[in-house]
């Protein structure tokens, strides 16, 4: 672990301009990880966005010029769009220790769920329901209703995987059909939760859905994996891939206090992130904190993401990252002038768009709008005649505990 971090220190150093600018800044000697440790500053995403020094390898740039390299955008739970790079091997190398934890093999069919299909770093347009590769059946989670809800259920029964990787609201929306309808899924034998925080509640509605192992998996699209859950319900760090800390004011917290979580990633060489802010907040334990045997240190979630639903007057629920996708077409029409943006639904017909935008389109608000109402794949959210209103930003913004939720359902808040 130590030798790996320090390689992937002095890599971030020689290779990627935001680094060298960052350590040469604070003084730092890269010849001593201990220099590193304790005065290396941390990293945040609006610092990356901002930054004029590229967060990109100088080793992968020609990969990148071409195309090679894999393409992650993100904009997670806080809303700040950026894209992320991978070069192919280390992407693999990066998920290779959550292979080995998991209860399947690389041959059983899955299924998974997605907002945007690229190709070449490009958006694919009209991609259709539903993508099938080889053993992988690729389910699009845009413009869902009931109907189509039962629809993609009744196909993946027909297509019969054997496991699943989805986010927990989507899982919620499936268990609720497939219940409703009778619909048999008789060959899962693992599904996988990702992307928000799993609730006692919402992973038990999906073993006695699928009667089937439900695990959950901590990471981001930055770093990939970070913490997986063992047989005894704790997360343990993924320490071949990733060096977690838990800081607070910028000071590392002893074991079993809470702090905000900072991870660096020692596989993702073409894009490193150092130090880099996750916008969670967790309390470490060491390993004898869980019972299972795993040597790894235990990480607890305290205030994780979790995403809410668009609620409609039918009393439907349509998931929130229809507007993921709509912000990343945006994007990549507009050469990512969004740098950041939160959707408050305050009512069933009314939306607030806040946005932070490029200089070249603070004026532009209409134009935004236009486009933004255009690219909205859910015809059942029209139903409800709605109104969006755009807000222009000057300054990347947070909410409580230095996190913003892209989405915020007002209509659901106002009922508690």
């Avoid at 990471?219 to 997986?228: D, K, M, T």
């Avoid at 990252?321 to 994007?331: G, Q, T, W």
Wanted: overall charge negative; glycine content about 4%.
């Amino acid at each position: 672990m130590r030798d790996k971090l320090s390689n992937m220190l002095v890599y971030a150093y020689k290779n990627v301009p935001f680094y060298k600018h960052l350590y040469e800044e604070k003084n730092i000697n890269i010849s001593n990880i201990d220099d590193f440790l304790f005065k290396l500053p941390i990293a945040k995403k609006e610092m990356i966005i901002n930054s004029e020094y590229s967060n990109l390898s100088k080793e992968f740039l020609t990969q990148y010029y071409g195309n090679e390299l894999i393409l992650m955008n993100t904009s997670g739970s806080t809303g700040q769009c950026l894209d992320v790079y991978w070069e192919m091997n280390d992407y693999k190398r990066s998920l290779f220790p959550l292979w080995i934890k998991r209860s399947i093999k690389t041959s059983d069919k899955l299924c998974l769920f997605f907002a945007n299909q690229y190709y070449e770093n490009k958006i694919i347009e009209d991609v259709g329901d539903i993508i099938y590769s080889k053993n992988i059946m690729m389910v699009n989670k845009n413009n869902w209703n009931q109907s189509k809800l039962r629809s993609i259920c009744e196909k993946i029964a027909e297509f019969s995987p054997e496991w699943m990787i989805l986010q927990p609201s989507i899982a919620v929306l499936l268990c609720h059909c497939i219940n409703n309808n009778n619909i048999k899924l008789d060959k899962i034998k693992y599904i996988e939760c990702t992307g928000e925080v799993l609730l006692d509640s919402v992973k038990k509605l999906i073993k006695d859905t699928f009667k089937c192992d439900v695990r959950n998996q901590y990471g981001c699209s930055e770093v990939n994996s970070i913490a997986y859950e063992c047989r005894c319900g704790n997360l343990h760090i993924l320490e071949e891939v990733n060096f977690v800390e838990i800081l607070k004011n910028g000071q590392k917290v002893p074991n079993g206090q809470e702090g905000h979580i900072y991870v660096t990633s020692l596989q993702n060489r073409a894009m490193p992130f150092i130090r880099y802010e996750t916008g969670d907040t967790g309390i470490m334990y060491n390993s004898d904190y869980c019972k299972c045997g795993d040597k790894h240190k235990v990480l607890k979630l305290t205030n994780g993401r979790k995403t809410d639903l668009i609620d409609l007057p039918s009393g439907e629920t349509v998931n929130a990252y229809i507007f993921v996708s709509v912000i990343e077409r945006m994007n990549q029409y507009l050469d990512g002038c969004i740098k950041q943006f939160q959707i408050i639904q305050e009512s069933y017909n009314i939306f607030v768009v806040k946005l932070i935008v490029d200089e070249d389109y603070k004026k532009s608000i209409d134009l935004l709008k236009q486009i933004f109402i255009s690219l909205i794949q859910q015809d059942s959210l029209f139903e409800t005649m709605p109104e969006f209103i755009f807000e222009i930003y000057e300054d990347l913004f947070l909410g409580e505990n230095g996190k913003l939720s892209y989405f915020i359902n007002n209509v659901f808040n106002s009922s508690l």
